[in-house]
């Protein structure tokens, strides 16, 4: 009879993080099977087939440098970014596969090119990921992504070039953040008052 095994117990089994599990399940690689109560599981079958996978050879991962600066007005400090991170590469010997460069504040996670990478390092088809410092990538949650990427065997680089991170875009970041906590506050005080008003109206 075959032994079944809970995901996180199937993960343990063929040394691989729950996240890729899921992956498989999700992307048809290894779906899982399920319950009448819709929990999964896994057999010995899949056990074997885990292996299998693993002994496949894999996609080929790239290497990609990630660029980005906030507004169109610093298209030239963009052009200057791509040119320093070149420069790292070249001299740390690392050879590039993609470059790809972007417009968008650091503070937005929906950028059309930060999201299509974060795609393919869930699809496990970027190995590498090199980014100028840290909020060149994102102005809050690096070490989220960065998390999620080494559970997809994605390694992220940082080149720490501070001259590459401008202060006035901390400065613009940090006021839309305190606006958008302003504008929650008015919205509650503006609530507390019409309860407030619709109590005292009220009818004895």
């Given amino acids: 009879m075959s032994n079944t095994y809970r995901v996180h117990e199937f993960a343990e089994l063929i040394g691989k993080s729950k996240s890729t599990v899921r992956r498989w399940d999700r992307t048809g690689s290894l779906p899982a099977r399920r319950l009448p109560g819709?929990?999964?599981f896994y057999t010995d079958d899949d056990v074997r087939a885990a292996l299998q996978i693993q002994a496949a050879p894999s996609?080929?991962?790239?290497?990609?440098?990630y660029c980005r600066v906030s507004s169109k007005a610093q298209a030239d400090d963009l052009a200057s970014q791509v040119i320093a991170m070149r420069q790292f590469c070249l001299g740390a010997g690392i050879p590039v596969d993609e470059w790809i460069a972007e417009i968008g504040g650091g503070m937005n996670f929906k950028r059309p090119r930060f999201?299509?990478?974060?795609?393919?390092?869930?699809?496990?088809?970027?190995?590498?990921?090199i980014v100028a410092h840290k909020d060149r990538l994102?102005?809050?949650?690096f070490e989220l992504v960065e998390w999620m990427a080494g559970h997809h065997n994605c390694k992220i680089t940082i080149a720490n070039q501070e001259q590459l991170s401008p202060q006035q875009e901390m400065v613009e970041d940090l006021m839309a953040i305190v606006h958008t906590?302003?504008?929650?506050?008015?919205?509650?005080?503006?609530?507390?008052?019409q309860i407030q008003a619709a109590a005292e109206a009220k009818p004895e």
């Fill in 38 to 40: 819709g929990e999964r």
């Fill in 59 to 65: 996609l080929p991962q790239k290497t990609v440098v």
């Fill in 115 to 129: 999201l299509a990478i974060m795609q393919a390092i869930d699809a496990g088809t970027v190995g590498h990921l």
């Fill in 138 to 141: 994102m102005r809050f949650g």
């Fill in 181 to 193: 906590f302003s504008c929650r506050l008015y919205g509650l005080r503006s609530y507390k008052r």
